[in-house]
Antibody, heavy 120, light 108 residues
């Protein structure tokens, strides 16, 4: 079964750090672009970052660039999001998602999400 | 950044009715890079349509997508009880990828 499972969310103070992980199974992880997408409470979806199959290309939304770092370990079938200098507005459910193989860059497999709360 | 504007914000319909959801882009988007997702409360999004008009694996044929340039449409031909949810369009044509704000389809 194709599956993505996120972990690492929790409560952190403003200015703090958190590292999210996403474990992939059921497919050849190294063949796919991977993404992080977030959803603030009661709000819509916001794409955060993505990373190429070999990790050589990474892209971010402006609001997290310089604070968040996306990475992957293909040997461990894992995706990561290192989040530093967290702000209240980073509070959200964070999903990892796989780009499909059709070349359309749609996100065809999603994890269940992990919740990040930034509060003092 | 490409801004996607979805309308209406909320659609109140009865089971069996046809739903037509609109997504308008602030600049032209290649059809190859326009997708639609369904999300139910407490669940992750699910890919419905990619490439503007291709159904994802396992998606019933009552869901269809169309459009080009700046105007795209998701149509649900006959609403089933499980279709009441929020729908998002999304573009991967230009980074950053962006989503529309969503259309909630609710039971009338």
């Amino acid at each position: 079964e194709v599956q993505l499972v996120e972990s690492g969310g929790g409560l952190v103070q403003p200015g703090g750090s958190l590292r999210l992980s996403c474990a992939a199974s059921g497919f050849t992880f190294s063949r796919y672009w991977m993404n992080w997408v977030r959803q603030a409470p009661g709000k819509g979806l916001e794409w955060v970052a993505n990373i190429k199959q070999d990790g050589t290309e990474k892209y971010y939304i402006d609001s997290v660039r310089g604070r968040f770092t996306i990475s992957r370990d293909n040997a461990k079938n894992s995706l990561y999001l290192q989040m530093n200098s967290l702000r209240a507005e980073d509070r959200a459910v964070y999903y990892c998602a796989r780009d499909d193989a059709s070349g359309s860059y749609a996100m065809d497999v999603w994890g269940q999400g992990t919740t990040v709360t930034v509060s003092s | 950044e490409i801004v996607l504007t979805q309308s209406p914000g909320t659609l109140s319909l009865s089971p069996g009715e046809r739903a037509t959801l609109s997504c308008r882009a602030s600049q032209s988007v290649s059809s190859s890079y326009l997708a639609w997702y369904q999300q139910k409360p407490g669940q992750a999004p699910r890919l419905l349509i990619y490439g503007a008009s291709s159904r994802a694996t396992g998606i019933p044929d009552r869901f269809s997508g169309s459009g080009s340039g700046t105007d795209f449409t998701l149509t649900i031909s006959s609403l089933q009880p499980e279709d009441f949810a929020t729908y998002y369009c999304q573009q991967s044509y230009i980074t950053p990828r962006t989503f529309g704000q969503g259309t909630k389809v609710e039971i009338k």
